[in-house]
């Protein structure tokens, strides 16, 4: 039997047809090489390196925290143990809101040094600007809408958007304007379900969604949720399995066998005779 070609690796012209073809596509966080290799095996064909990692990996309290230098190494780390997937960088909070010449740089070096496929940033009017520069670049830019978790310091806490007639409207002129500016794609995060359809009816551009219903063309969440390894997840990330479950278990169970001293068989063994040099000369053996 033949052996069958490599799948090719995904392109925006991959997921373009996906969305003529009606065929929604899944998307998923990865912040290290391994997770990202099982990713792809297991045919997620988009990635997003996000700033999420703050919390997931570093702890920290919000996703404002996540350096841009550790942001790109995550996601190099991913696209090289993921070659296949099209994978997004997130531009960390600093990387681009102090200048559009920075932004530029910043979102360039996500794509020299990051390896990334495109870069996603949290946006609203006041970026179109900054958008449009990045894609006479060649930028491929994802424009995040809706509920932003570099702004929740702003609204006390992570919040909704659009669930206002002015909110909506202003979350189409947005969508329209961001497209206009040469986006490549949107991400809408947290609004109404029919606010999200009327989005995607707007523009000619893929959807990405986060907590934003069935009609979008993408749905991205945090691995950590799905996998239940979080303490808390949003309604539209319940746990598929529990991996916390088992982590603990494996952790107790390891805990165990090292007490009873049953960690399994030592695989290491002197060459024959050193012992016996060794117990000649103890502590002065000649080499």
Not at 24 to 32: G, H
Not at 45 to 55: F, H, S
Not at 126 to 144: D, T
Not at 210 to 233: K, R, S
Request: aromatic share 6%; proline share 7%; glycine share 10%.
């Amino acid at each position: 039997m033949d052996a069958q070609p490599p799948p090719r690796p995904i392109t925006i012209r991959s997921l373009k047809r996906m969305v003529d073809a009606g065929d929604p596509f899944a998307c998923l966080t990865a912040y290290d090489a391994l997770t990202a290799s099982i990713l792809q095996e297991a045919g997620i064909p988009v990635l997003l390196v996000g700033d999420t990692a703050a919390e997931v990996i570093l702890g920290l309290p919000s996703t404002i925290h996540a350096p841009l230098e550790f942001m790109l190494t995550l996601t190099a780390a991913v696209k090289r143990a993921a070659p296949r997937c099209w994978v997004i960088g997130d531009m960390p909070f600093m990387s681009y809101q102090v200048s559009d010449e920075e932004g530029v740089r910043n979102a360039g070096r996500f794509l020299v040094e990051g390896r990334a496929d495109a870069v996603k940033l949290e946006v609203d009017l006041s970026y179109v600007g900054l958008v449009s520069r990045m894609g006479r670049a060649g930028v491929p830019v994802i424009a995040h809408l809706g509920s932003k978790p570099q702004h929740a310091h702003r609204h006390g806490g992570y919040y909704s958007d659009g669930r206002t007639a002015e909110d909506a409207a202003r979350l189409l002129e947005e969508a329209r304007a961001f497209e206009d500016a040469g986006a490549t794609m949107l991400l809408v995060e947290a609004v109404p379900e029919v606010v999200a359809e009327s989005i995607v009816e707007s523009v000619s551009i893929p959807v990405i969604g986060c907590g934003a219903g069935g009609a979008c063309h993408g749905q991205i969440v945090v691995t950590q949720d799905l996998t239940g390894m979080t303490e808390w997840q949003p309604p539209f990330a319940q746990p598929i399995a529990k991996v916390n479950e088992a982590l603990h278990h494996v952790a107790r169970e390891w805990k165990d066998r090292v007490g009873r001293r049953a960690h399994g068989e030592h695989p290491y063994r002197m060459r024959s005779g050193e012992l016996e040099r060794m117990n000649r000369h103890p502590g002065s053996v000649d080499r």
